[in-house]
């Protein structure tokens, strides 16, 4: 069955880096594209990139464009989302999620939990 | 960027309700909405996409209508199970926002 499992959180400086994986299974991942998404505690979603099945094509929130990078290993079948001068507001649960053929998020992580705190 | 608005923010409801919620796009969007269900600490579940086809495995309770700017999913005879909340995301455009979310409670 399809799994997209998260993995690289926990709590880090403000201004410091982290790089968070999504390990794939299940499927076909070099066929799909995959997105990463947060979500603030007690808050909504928030989309902040994705990338082509090839890895060609990225695209990112603004709220993240300049500081997060987003790249994928076919190889590994696994996604990353490195991370830069992080803020305190991008603490959150970050998910991966496969997208599907019209563009909808079929399938979703569990999530990891990224802290930034002093 | 296209914004996504979602109301109400908060609905109660008693099982067995049926509940409509609606989302509304900044600009028109044609049919590129997806609609997903995600409950207290567990991941988004996908339910709606090209704003009116059921995911496989989603319950037939479940639909969605709308087109352009304005969209609905509706909820028939609400089971306990489906008290969790709603969010709308577009599928048009890069960045693909999501509505504010659609919390649905128990009356």
């Known amino acids: 069955q399809v799994q997209l499992v998260e993995s690289g959180g926990g709590v880090v400086q403000p201004g410091r880096s982290l790089r968070l994986a999504c390990e794939a299974s299940g499927f076909k991942f070099t066929s799909f594209s995959i997105h990463w998404v947060r979500q603030a505690p007690g808050k909504g979603l928030e989309w902040l990139s994705v990338i082509s099945y090839d890895g060609r094509n990225k695209y990112y929130a603004d709220s993240v464009k300049g500081r997060f990078m987003i790249s994928r290993d076919n190889s590994k079948n696994t996604l990353y989302l490195e991370m830069t001068s992080l803020r305190a507001d991008d603490t959150a649960v970050y998910h991966c999620a496969r997208e599907g053929r019209f563009g909808e998020l079929d399938y979703w992580g569990l999530g990891t939990l990224v802290i930034v705190s002093s | 960027d296209i914004q996504l608005t979602q109301s109400p923010p908060f609905l109660s409801a008693s099982v067995g309700d049926r509940v409509t919620l609606t989302c509304r796009a900044s600009?028109?969007?044609?049919?590129?909405l997806a609609w997903y269900q995600q409950k207290s600490g567990k991941a988004p579940n996908l339910l709606i996409y090209?704003?009116?086809t059921l995911q496989s495995g989603v319950p037939s309770r479940f639909s969605g209508s709308g087109s352009g700017t304005e969209f609905t999913l509706t909820i028939t005879n609400l089971q306990p199970e489906d008290f969790a909340t709603y969010y709308c995301?577009?599928?048009?455009?890069?960045?693909?926002?999501f509505g504010q979310g659609t919390k649905v409670e128990i009356k």
């Open positions: 600009q028109g969007i044609r049919s590129s």
């Open positions: 995301q577009h599928l048009n455009s890069y960045p693909r926002t």
């Open positions: 090209g704003a009116s």
